[in-house]
């Protein structure tokens, strides 16, 4: 029993030496030293656990701020500015220090669904069938709407039966194939992106 | 100008923009400039955070801005304060204009040239004297035609001009007269700024431009939404170019751009009217019939842009490989041609009237993001097919069952049969590639994790969607099918997914020589001899050799260092953060001073060097003069001291020869929508405005009494354009989880609307419910004598994601800059009024 005293107030002593609010009153700087106790002592940040590190650029505005994104397993775990970058160095803004809730947001959607003619609800499908399937049906409306030369005899080449509208949040390596493929490939014209807008 | 060469500017305006909200990171460099002593000024109708960390804010009426900078442009001429220096060595201010030309102020806000029948202008009498004058701008060409065959009379000698500014039609005394009746009462009178504010800021320009001291202007989308938006930027750059702003430290024009590549996207255009990098996509009704023909037209005698052949022949060898060949043209009729206008708006109206069948959406959500977006849904609903690519539910892809039409009970999803399939996509951490930023700065980004599920990047999407077509199209002999028989189509793939390699595209895109496949270093390489390859001239040299992507590049300046950071990334094109910095020199070569040095003559080695990389020729001397007896073609007509490498003859163009659809010069009209009558000119609005009259797309008239408020949009730093990119992220969703309506507390007492209560915007294009924001950030207006009320609401809600509203784009009309078809969401009227919408969509006695 006098054990069992002795050991709740050793731990009773520890807890009060540990907590921070004596120390405060007793003159010590919150900011400094009785901001620590054993829990903060143990506290380790988060991107200690991942396997990778890697530059990104953040999705949102033209600015061009860099990020270091940190992953484990595949997995991003933290997300927070270069600070070697001259455009940001080191800072992000509310939506750019939000990049890792969109990137884990449970409203992202991981699978390809469709929803056929006339239907009140979408399904999911295999995505090698949907991409069969728009092949296809890009295939036909090319088919259907190209035109090779106007009535007065001028060649022309195009379809504009067939649109394509995005392209200011890829890449430019995804911006310059959608152009190649469905321009200097298919023959379409109406191919825009929210730089018109 | 870099993002960051801001912090060297001694003054900056912020107009059209709410820069520290909406490109916060960016303001950081405004910040950083006024701790060194600067001036910011904020233009804006709204007192924003912006204008609360500027020392001056300046309150205008939505769409007043060319009255405003017309005012500046008249203070500037009339007060002497131009630096003359620079402006008479570096602009066509000296330039003499044709006979013919007829100002506005002739023609009650009319130029000469114009057709009132076809509704646009002859620019005849707009070039200088006796010659024809090439436009460096590709994509103003859709209508009016390169003149690059009849340009070879720049090539036998300069234009005419008298130094002295004397003659009644050069440049100068032209925009004499033009701005004469911009005075500070009449800027008072259309825009609502008090005269004093408009004055201070005047000053404060004229006393901090010149040769020791610069300044910058910042703009977003609230100069180019307009039907003058090209020349509201415009009246600017002649602001900055009188005033000895341009390719110098601190001095430029800002452009505050929406998305992460908007730029790159600009530059390798997901556009109609442009091939990679700025090259004009041929059109059936211009002299392109041939490549020979189309390259006739489309090379300028003189200036850069007469390396075009080059830059074509190339492009087609990327495209089309070995099946380029000099017999086929280099593949040129593979491409196709154009017959009109195709961009958003009228594809939008093109799929509302049943002409498209399928349609992309890579990326971009037009339900929340275009305008008009009852008329959007409605031509979803006319496609047989349609395909979205995003990372999460969005209004365009769920249109048929939670559409504004489905929800007030105007159409069922039964009814809508519209095949619809939905690709998740991958973001940036989950793929590799470049993204381009708004000072032209490309950034390589590293795939770190996988994308989750049957998320692909959209890459994946596009190469492998070319691979199946082109096995689909293999055995076809018909000859419509040979361009995408003929299209190179064979990159390299990568792990279980075949992910294509990014980094071979952007090869590709830089160029390579076509014999031995080795990366070009820069475009200066390139051929027209077929021998070279490259699938973006601006941006060779971002791949100079194999295993150098300086895209990945990540070594910045130390403190102290030039600042120009040449080891970040890669700005194309050459890897320059400053364009035209050659007029950081003055003429004789030497830094205008010593605080604004950029790049310099340096006579000993024989060449420009300095902190930036020259944006000129880099051994061509200060005082060379073309031999104009030779008949100099391409760079060999430019003159030592002439920086504007891309126009004819190296001047920066205060007054526009060719090139632009409304007039050489910015000239103010009412936006389509105003509460008021035109106080310049009789001609009330831009008479060459895109607009579509369709019904659903009907304008409200001058002063209509139903809709008698100025209505602008805007967005909010926490909330992300269309996209549900922000409103799917469950904090920022959570600091702005409504839409609302911001109104001052006069027109609240008036209308009886309180803070936080429901109130009804309407138009006759449709009607949305917003909470009420009741603030003093915006102040009712004197216009023309009489209380005009601005309101704004932001635009970025939807139906998904954690924050939610009405599509407050239901209200806006389709209607377009006339330059670029940019629809215009700045400047329109409405109707507000306190309580909840009923079920229907129409406006007041919209029948």
């Known amino acids: 029993m006098a054990k069992l005293r002795r050991g709740m107030a050793g731990r009773g002593a520890r807890f009060l030496k540990d907590w921070s609010l004596p120390r405060q009153l007793a003159g010590e700087s919150p900011m400094s030293t009785a901001a620590r106790s054993t829990t903060s002592e143990n506290l380790r940040p988060r991107l200690e656990q991942a396997d990778r590190v890697g530059t990104s650029i953040c999705p949102f505005c033209a600015v061009g701020c860099s990020q270091l994104v940190y992953a484990k397993n595949g997995k991003p775990i933290h997300i927070e500015g270069d600070p070697r970058s001259p455009v940001n160095q080191g800072t992000l803004c509310p939506k750019g220090a939000g990049t890792l809730g969109v990137l884990l947001s449970p409203q992202r959607i991981n699978k390809v669904l469709y929803r056929a003619p006339h239907a009140t609800e979408w399904e999911e499908r295999p995505l090698d069938w949907a991409m069969e399937r728009v092949a296809q049906l890009t295939k036909q409306a090319r088919d259907e709407t190209f035109v090779e030369r106007l009535p007065d005899g001028k060649v022309v080449n195009h379809t504009i039966g067939i649109g394509s509208l995005g392209g200011a949040t890829l890449d430019n390596e995804e911006n310059y194939l959608i152009k190649k493929l469905f321009n200097g490939g298919l023959g379409m014209v109406t191919i825009e992106n929210q730089a018109r807008i | 100008m870099a993002l960051w060469d801001l912090a060297n500017s001694d003054w900056v305006i912020t107009m059209g923009s709410n820069m520290a909200e909406n490109h916060p990171i960016a303001f950081r460099f405004l910040v950083e400039a006024k701790r060194r002593g600067a001036t910011l000024v904020h233009v804006d109708p709204r007192y924003t955070r912006t204008g609360a960390n500027c020392d001056i804010h300046a309150p205008i009426r939505s769409g007043s801005d060319i009255a405003f900078l017309g005012g500046m442009i008249h203070y500037i001429l009339e007060g002497d304060h131009w630096f003359r220096d620079f402006a008479l060595a570096y602009t066509n201010i000296a330039h003499i204009i ?126 180019t939404h307009h039907t003058y938006g090209v020349q509201i930027i415009r009246a600017a750059t002649i602001v900055q170019s009188l005033l000895g702003n341009v390719g110098r430290p601190g001095g430029g024009i800002m452009a505050l751009r929406g998305h992460t590549s908007i730029q790159g996207s600009t530059d390798i255009p997901t556009l109609y009217n442009m091939l990679p990098t700025y090259l004009p996509q041929p059109n059936a009704f211009h002299d392109h019939a041939t490549l020979d023909r189309y390259i006739a037209s489309e090379t300028p005698a003189t200036g850069w842009w007469h390396n075009f052949p080059k830059y074509i022949v190339s492009l087609l060898k990327a495209w089309y490989g070995e099946n380029a060949t000099a017999a086929n043209e280099w593949g040129y009729q593979h491409i196709p041609k154009l017959t009109g206008d195709v961009s958003q708006l009228p594809m939008t109206l093109a799929m509302s009237n049943g002409v498209v069948k399928g349609q992309f959406f890579i990326g971009q959500n037009p339900v929340v993001g275009a305008v008009n977006t009852a008329l959007v849904e409605k031509g979803l609903a006319r496609l047989e097919w349609m395909v979205v690519r995003d990372i999460a539910m969005t209004e365009t892809a769920n249109f048929w069952q939670k559409g504004n039409r489905i929800q007030r009970g105007e159409a069922r999803p039964e009814e809508i049969g519209t095949e619809v399939f939905f690709f998740p996509a991958a973001l940036a951490a989950e793929k590799g590639g470049t ?413």
């Open chain 2, 98 to 223: 044709e006979d013919a030309y007829a100002d506005p102020e002739q023609g009650d806000g009319v130029f000469s040239g114009f057709d009132p029948q076809q509704g646009d202008y002859s620019e005849e009498s707009w070039q200088y004297k006796g010659k024809i004058v090439p436009s460096p701008i590709a994509e103003h060409r859709v209508q009016g035609e390169q003149k690059g065959a009849q340009s070879e009379s720049m090539a036998e000698g300069p234009p005419p001009q008298d130094p002295t500014l004397q003659h009644p039609n050069c440049v100068y005394q032209i925009m004499r007269r033009h701005y004469a009746r911009y005075t500070p009462e009449m800027v008072e009178q259309v825009t609502g700024c008090p005269r004093e504010t408009f004055l201070s800021i005047c000053e404060l320009v004229a006393q901090n431009s010149g040769r020791d001291r610069t300044g910058a202007f910042a703009y977003a989308v609230g100069w």
């Open chain 2, 435 to 847: 993204v381009t930023n708004t000072s032209r700065l490309v950034q390589w980004h590293d795939a770190v994790c996988e994308p989750p599920g049957s998320s692909r990047s959209d890459l994946w999407f596009i190469y492998h969607l070319g691979r199946r077509l082109k096995q689909l199209y293999a055995g076809s002999t018909a000859p419509r099918d040979r361009a995408i028989q003929a299209l190179t189509w064979d990159y390299p793939m990568m792990g279980d997914k075949q992910e294509p390699d990014a980094e071979a595209v952007l090869q590709e895109i830089n160029g390579y020589t076509v014999a031995d496949r080795k990366l070009v270093p820069n475009y200066q390489a390139l051929k027209d001899d077929g021998s070279t390859a490259c699938g973006g001239w601006m941006y060779s040299g971002v791949f100079p050799k194999e295993g150098q992507n300086q895209a990945r590049s990540r070594r910045p300046d130390k403190p102290g260092g030039p600042g120009s950071h040449l080891g970040w990334a890669f700005a194309w094109p050459s890897n320059r953060r400053t364009l035209y910095n050659r007029a950081s020199a003055d003429p004789e070569g030497r830094p205008w001073s010593e605080r604004k040095k950029m790049i310099w003559w340096d006579e000993g080695q024989g060449k420009w060097t300095g902190l930036d990389v020259p944006d000129f020729e880099p051994e061509k001397r200060p005082d060379y003069r073309p031999d104009w007896s030779k008949n100099p073609h391409g760079m060999e007509a430019l003159g030592g001291a002439d920086p504007f490498i891309m126009e004819p003859d190296g001047q920066s163009m205060l007054f526009v020869p060719s090139g632009l659809k409304d007039g050489p010069l910015p000239t103010y009209y009412e936006p389509l929508e105003s509460p008021v009558r035109n106080p310049f000119y009789r001609q009330q609005a831009n008479p060459t405005a895109k607009i579509w009259e369709q019904p659903g797309n009907e304008l409200h008239g001058i002063g209509d009494p139903r809709f008698p408020y100025v209505l602008t949009t805007f967005r909010l730093t926490e909330l992300h354009c269309g996209g549900v990119m922000s409103r799917i992220a469950p904090h920022t969703a959570e600091l702005q989880p409504e839409a609302f309506v911001e109104l001052p507390p006069e027109l609240a007492r008036e209308l009886g609307i309180e803070h936080l209560g429901w109130t009804t915007l309407s138009t006759l294009r449709g009607e949305v419910e917003m909470r009420a924001m009741v603030t003093e950030r915006l102040t009712p207006f004197e216009i023309n004598g009489r209380r005009v009320y601005q309101i704004g609401v932001p635009w970025v809600y939807g139906w998904e994601g954690y924050a939610r509203g009405d599509v407050a784009n239901v209200l806006l009309a389709i209607t377009g800059d006339a330059n670029t078809s940019i629809h215009t969401t700045k400047a329109l009227t409405c109707n507000l009024r306190a309580g909840r919408r009923a079920g229907t969509r129409s406006g007041p006695d919209a029948g």
